[in-house]
């Protein structure tokens, strides 16, 4: 059984390599991560120093990145964190697959914003600076939903 498993590996790269070439004009596009910030939130915090934050990178390039560091105007420092079996760890990086996403969602990763410097009310926006290993840094206007936001019902 190991002949059939080659040749579709063999026949999934190549499809990759296609793919990769026809997305880009300059022709090295798949060699590189590239990186997009998508469904921005912060629910308006219960706490007066410390808010959680959630968005989602999305990688469509043909390299792996890692988010190294987050900062925001409206915090003194912003930590990142994982979630296992209810257990939360700060983290000191993120890995992003190529061809994949990293997604920081309620009960799982999430941005931890500490030492606030004003109380983010729902409406306003927070600027949430990334910055990554190797791709160059995004930024981000993250709104402001209600404490109770649920971003799969939109309310
Ligand atoms: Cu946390």
Redesign the pocket.
Known sequence: MRRPAALTAGALAGALALTGCSGSGSGSGSEKAELSVSSPYMPQPVSADMA?GFLTITNKGGAGDKLTSVTSDVAGQV?M?STTGGA?AEKSSFAIPAHGRLVFRSGGN?L?FEELKRAPKQGQKVTVKLTFATSGPLTVEMPVRPATYNPSTGH
């Open positions: 959680a930590t964190h939360m999430h931890m």
